[in-house]
């Protein structure tokens, strides 16, 4: 891989909503699409139809070539204009354990499609980790809270290495939010076209949302000040093109109000984020925890919401202070425990915290004598994608 190393690695964040793609060295990512797919069913059903022996082999092979699709952008456009195009997510609420044999398949189609020297496929939460080599001393050991798009995970990471056995998930994560703002605005009967609801309910979570430290007094800043808390909405009707205009309120501090009460959305999961933190940090080898919870990272779009991570350690923090006071009380104060140091760090790069933990670690001299070579695929196959090892640039 020496003619390959002076030239920057590629660096690709496959995410639950958007995919981004750039280049090593840099600190934010070259080209942002949305992680999305449109099929032309007709098409699809045609081909199927017409010569079903030869699709079944085709898509047994994973040859795609002649079937009419789109991606990102050009996607969500042909969907709009076409109602024969419909949508699909590759990337749903996939685990940061990937599966062996996915590994596997992305390096046969990078070293046989792409013709790529050199491979390395990370996991997601030691490369968000890694992005605190800027902002501080890097630390590989620590609990990354990664709420995307389409999934939230909370996974531990111990010198680099993902403890397994204690990822957590839960099922809420940015897409909930914005329904959850759409909910509330349709439900109050603000003036939006109903196939424009989406997108503003999106806009209005990205612009105007934020966490608050009580609900209660957040509900009475409202009620006593409403011409200082309640925004506006403008936007076009995008059929008539007729200007309309809505009151943003309430899910302002809604909408973020979900990964700490979850009941006020959904029945199904009603464990607060902070508790699954918790349980995660417990459930983890008794000799990492206080590393765990003095370094919570948090990753993803989702976490961006102002003071998100302020409310997320207090809560952490009563947590665990309430259980050092009531394994005290059962020793009768006998003995007296240190307190438990409760860090969630907040920098500006966290919403490409993955993108740029790989920029950072493909920069590094290290990196190149880490990654799997086409030589190497060509003498063992796509097995050597199975494992990628830990390197010194991640210390």
């Known amino acids: 891989m020496d003619p390959a190393a002076s030239r920057p690695a590629v660096v690709i964040d496959n995410g639950s909503g958007y995919t981004k793609m750039g280049f090593a060295g840099n600190v934010e990512p070259c080209f942002i699409v949305p992680t999305v797919v449109a099929i032309n069913e007709s098409f699809l059903n ?15 092979a ?14 969500l456009s042909k969907a709009r204009s076409s109602s024969t195009y419909n949508l699909t997510y590759p990337i749903k609420h996939e685990s940061p354990l990937t599966a062996p044999e996915s590994r596997e398949y992305t390096g046969e189609i990078m070293f046989e499609t792409f013709n790529v020297p050199g491979l390395y496929i990370a996991v997601n939460s030691v490369l968000a980790l890694a992005a605190g080599y800027t902002t501080s001393k890097c630390e590989m050991t620590g609990v990354v809270v990664d709420i995307g798009d389409g999934s ?4 531990p990471v111990a010198d680099g290495y993902v403890i397994g056995s204690s990822i957590k998930s839960v099922p809420i994560a940015g897409k909930d939010v914005t329904l959850f703002v759409q ?9 939006i076209p109903p196939e424009d609801s989406f997108e503003v309910a999106r806009k209005v979570k990205e612009m105007h949302c934020y966490t608050c430290s009580d609900i209660v007094k957040e509900f009475n800043k409202h009620d006593k000040e409403p011409a200082k808390y309640i925004k506006q909405w403008r936007g076009v009707k995008p059929k008539t093109g007729a200007p309309y205009s809505c009151d943003i309120g309430y ?3 809604l909408g973020p109000e979900v990964f700490f009460n979850p009941e006020m959305y959904s029945s199904d999961f009603t464990t607060p984020l902070p508790v699954v933190i918790d349980k995660c940090i417990q459930s983890a080898p008794i ?6 919870y003095k370094n919570i990272v948090l990753s993803g779009g989702s976490t961006m919401f102002k003071d998100f991570h302020r409310r997320l350690q207090r809560d952490i923090k009563k947590i665990v202070d309430a259980r050092v006071l009531a394994a005290e009380a059962r020793l009768n104060g006998e003995i007296k425990s240190h307190p438990v140091e409760v860090n969630v760090l907040s920098h500006p790069i966290q919403r490409f915290a993955v993108w740029f933990g790989g920029s950072v670690l493909a920069s590094t001299p290290e990196f190149f004598t880490a990654c799997h070579t086409k030589a190497e ?6 097995s050597i994608c199975r494992t990628n090892p830990v390197f010194k640039g991640m210390y």
């Open 46 to 60: 045609q081909s199927r139809s017409s010569s079903k022996g030869n699709w079944i082999a085709q898509h047994n």
């Open 62 to 75: 994973g040859v795609m070539a002649d079937l009419d699709f789109f991606i990102g952008d050009d996607a």
């Open 152 to 155: 939230t995970h909370v996974v």
């Open 183 to 191: 909910q509330l605005m349709r439900e109050r009967g603000e003036n």
């Open 251 to 253: 899910e302002r501090f």
């Open 287 to 292: 000799d990492t925890r206080r590393s765990l």
């Open 377 to 382: 695929y060509e003498e063992y196959g796509a």
